[in-house]
């Protein structure tokens, strides 16, 4: 069993230092808690709402900077993995990146590959494929927000045998209900039933310059079932959702069934045309 | 607005003909609600729990057969759509098929693709596209079951423009939690929403042989929003869903946002390894 935490937090893009304040007491409450996983939203360092190119500027960090520094430093402390969305400045080229940092330190770094709304005045996406870590709980997968509706993209972690999934999250609000289950959370569910994956995803909470946050952070378990979802009647504090959850070690669902050999990707040529 | 009816059937390998009798007064009943779409489940015309080939054969029709005419004159009386599975014998092969019928008859056939447990004992597995149709009410595309489960397989139709799929199904349920949503109708929200397509899928109800169906029917909208769910209070008996539902006209979800022109096809490559 892997017990695993989904930190969602109230970010601010006016606040940045109490963003890394809210961000560190996370992981240390998470770690206390007996977390050996750690997930946190996307874009921690920064808050999302930006309103020009400076304000990205001021807020990114750097692969060498001070906050994987920090980040690090828990992990080797609490000897936790921690997964976290960051703006990361790289040779003054700005990136919506997710990092993996475990005891070793920064293990990879990942550039969000589909942008939502206005991130394309702001960022360049990647073009590399999610990343794939081997860590001591299984192989860790990770990639940011948006990418997670493009099921294509899922299959790259899946095929690459990744069993768990890190998604830090930004995910505005987009007046669809929320009971029973938020859409959000629902796309997890799916991606982790269809491709035998753990996912735990990690989202914001409250408002910012205008833009509500969805609070759809979930943790689901290999079949897709929910073992830790947001409270949504708590929609402005910190949130830690913990789940102890098996890691799959196979892609197994049913005596004959395996839903990597059940693919038939000699039919599946179209979905490479645009 | 179209109107899609869900026929949820406690059909029985035992009875055949009982089947198509259930399955003709559904029609009737959906047609007469209003309904311009009805959706049947899987095998309709056989049951699902096959012990012997014998038992296919003995139950299989044809597509010149009893069984496609009757449904071609209630499409007719009606002027409605049908789409449901039904076990085929086509030149002494056969397939787990999934048909749609309007007034001018037979619009054309799907062969199931990907397979279920034994159904490699019984059928010939298709290779052909989930099978894509233009219809009054806009462009219609079917296929069976776990070939659901297959992201890539989903995003054919979506790629060819399909706006609807309509599902027939068996499936028997696997023990996992029912609450807040059955995981399989969880995977027919997200692929509604992942593909902004308006999905109804076509579940059974009841035992059959030592099988429990999971009486997973449902009509999502584009937004993947549920219109319509199976009543889990009425295990055993027949239940039509009914709901009046938008069918798109794009896949635009947000200003800047396009699930068709934000994919990025020439980073999915890996999907077609096996």
């Known amino acids: 069993m892997l017990k695993i ?3 969602q937090l109230p970010l601010n893009i006016e606040t940045p230092d109490e963003n890394l304040r809210l961000a ?11 977390a050996e996983l750690v997930v946190l939203p996307e874009l921690t360092n920064s808050g999302y709402v930006f309103r020009s190119l400076e304000e990205v500027k001021e807020r990114a960090t750097t692969l060498d900077g001070p906050v994987i520094a920090k980040w690090s430093e828990l992990a080797r402390e609490f000897g936790i993995t921690i997964v976290g969305g960051l703006a990361i400045n790289h040779d003054e080229t700005f990136f919506n990146t997710s990092v993996i940092i475990d005891e070793s330190g920064l293990r990879g770094w990942y550039k969000k590959v589909h942008f939502w709304n206005d991130e394309p005045d702001f960022f360049i996406p990647g073009s590399d494929e999610p990343l794939v870590i081997d860590t001591k709980f299984g192989r860790l997968a990770t990639m940011v927000c948006y990418d997670l509706e493009f099921t294509e993209w899922v299959r790259l972690p899946f095929l690459a045998d990744a069993v768990i999934l890190a998604l830090p999250t930004n995910w505005p609000y987009g007046g669809l209900p929320t009971e029973p289950t938020p859409m959000e959370s629902v796309r997890v569910q799916a991606a ?3 491709n035998r994956m753990v ?5 914001r909470v409250g408002q910012e310059r205008g833009v509500d946050w969805s609070s759809a952070s979930i943790i689901a378990d290999a079949d897709g079932v929910i073992r830790a979802i947001s409270d949504r009647t708590k929609l402005s504090e910190v949130q830690i959702l913990l789940a102890d959850v098996e890691v799959p070690t196979d892609r197994k669902i049913g005596p ?11 039919l599946y040529g179209k979905v490479l045309n645009s």
Request: aromatic share 0%; with cysteine; charged share 30%.
């Open 5 to 7: 935490a989904v930190c």
């Open 24 to 34: 560190e007491s996370a992981i240390r409450q998470a770690a206390a808690s007996g």
């Open 192 to 194: 982790a039933s269809q």
């Open 199 to 203: 996912v735990a995803a990690a989202d």
């Open 256 to 266: 004959r069934n395996d839903l990597r050999t059940d693919r038939r990707p000699e």
